[in-house]
């Protein structure tokens, strides 16, 4: 197996079905020499395979040039690339430039001067071939272009305006895409926080329509707790419905479309079941919750305990396994919800970099059977960030006295003295500073 060591880096992962085939697969980035590489169950092991090699720009996942596969939609600040699959590997499909359309460059990153473009790919045009476009909302002039494919570009075209909503609408406001009142077209959901409004946009055939759907009561801080979309209820039209869990009390609220309305229903509780999120020193440890095969809802408890939610007909928990062995998995490391075996099982992949283990989770007979399917690379603990960390520090001291040895001479002495401790204290400093997190985080996360 190819040894890629530290994937845990911040580096970008996706999920999805790359190559057309029952099974969906791992991909990732490597920023040290632009290559592409995929992973694919075969044969209860990890296959890693390196498909193209180009430089990551901003990049969206949908099915832009066809709907059996997934693909990569990739701007450079000029043109648009569409890596799709062909033949093994990536192919990478110029679809276009934006300059002389839309005006350059476009800002889909913050940067000083310019806001973040909000942006969602999905079918919202309905596009005859279910194909995906790539919708993003400029709030220059509140405008809502889309880009769909035509064959051999980016066919790009205004689709409505919300200047009745403000200009600026990512503060406050949240979005969702799915098939929410309709099963043929994907739809925009978003929610004010300021007067409570949610509004629906959906295409009326030349743009998208917006209605508001429901004023909630559910207080402040609604656009902060976690939300999923997925057909949990077992709706037989196969909409999706909107999922919230408010921890607090342990409730889970799902709306769903009636007519033109959105309402809201009581699902389940689940109050003591998850353990509280907590951030230390910018770590966070809590649980996690993900929508599996567009009905399920996975989770992870926060310490060692796993639950699926949904049978396709109610949002009824199961406790179906736990991870204690593998140690404190909710310590940050890549998770990831695919259907890597092509059965439509619940499964859940995990990734820690000191081991460079894989482990894959699948529910068997209301039980997660794991297996480690991979193994990548170990990373010593030597070279971890705290211990580090300590000589970043202390370096800093040893600027500092450079900056005021001539101007405090009584205390050159001192800090000398400490200066020639660095390469000996960093390392020590480093490692009581990532010590203490793991216990604090730990203790925090059990109590």
């Known amino acids: ?75 450079d600040g000029d043109g648009w690339t569409i890596a799709s699959w062909k033949d093994g590997k990536f192919e990478w499909i110029d679809a276009g430039s934006t300059r002389d359309i839309l005006g350059s460059p476009l800002f889909f990153e913050k940067t000083p001067f310019f806001p973040r473009l909000l942006s969602w790919t999905g079918n919202f045009t309905n596009d005859p071939e279910n194909r995906d476009s790539l919708l993003f909302y400029d709030p220059a002039k509140a405008d809502w272009k889309a880009g769909t494919w035509n064959g051999t570009s980016l066919d790009w075209r205004n689709v409505g305006n919300t200047a009745t909503f403000g200009t600026d609408l990512e503060p406050d406001h949240r979005f969702w895409t799915g098939r929410f009142s309709k099963n043929t077209v994907d739809e925009v959901l978003f929610h004010y926080s300021g007067d409570k409004n949610w509004h629906l946009g959906t295409w009326d055939g030349t743009k ?61 509780n689940t109050a ?42 109610a949002l009824s928990w199961t406790h179906i396994g736990s991870s204690a062995k593998f140690g404190n998995v909710g310590d940050g490391r890549p998770m990831f919800v695919l259907d890597m075996l092509g059965d439509g099982s619940p499964q859940v992949v995990f990734y820690y970099f000191r081991d460079g283990n894989w482990l894959h ?21 030597e070279s971890g960030f705290f211990e580090s960390l300590g000589t970043t520090i202390l370096d800093g001291i040893n600027t500092a006295y450079d900056a005021v040895a001539s101007v405090a001479a009584p205390a050159v002495d001192a800090i000398s003295s400490l200066v020639e401790a660095i390469p000996v204290i960093g390392p020590f400093l480093g490692a009581v500073i990532g010590w203490a ?11």
């Open 1 to 75: 197996m190819p040894d890629f060591g530290n994937l845990a880096d911040g580096r970008p992962f996706w999920t999805g079905n790359f190559t057309g085939g029952p099974r969906e697969g791992i991909l990732f980035y490597s920023p040290s020499d632009s290559r592409w590489w995929l992973g694919m169950l075969v044969a209860g092991k990890i296959d890693w395979s390196q498909i193209g090699q180009r430089t990551l720009t901003s990049t969206w996942k949908g099915r832009f040039t066809q709907a059996t596969r997934d693909e990569l939609l990739m701007y």
């Open 272 to 313: 003591g079941l998850f353990a509280p999120t907590v951030t230390v020193l910018s770590l966070t440890t809590g649980p996690r919750f993900w929508t599996s095969n567009g009905k399920y809802v996975l989770a992870f408890d926060g310490v060692d305990k796993w639950y699926r939610a949904g049978d396709g007909r």
């Open 361 to 381: 989770g699948r529910e068997l007979l209301q039980t997660l059977v794991w297996n480690v399917v991979s193994n990548t690379g170990a990373v010593p603990e």
């Open 437 to 447: 997190v793991r216990v604090i985080t730990t203790l925090v996360t059990l109590f």
């Open 208 to 268: 998208l329509d917006w209605k508001l759907v429901n004023t909630d009561t559910f207080g402040d801080g609604l656009n902060e707790l976690p939300f999923l979309v997925g057909n949990f209820n077992g709706d037989s039209e196969n909409r999706d419905g909107v999922l919230f869990f408010y921890q607090p009390d342990g409730n889970w609220w799902l709306g769903t479309f009636e007519g033109e309305k959105l309402e809201w229903q009581n699902a389940a």
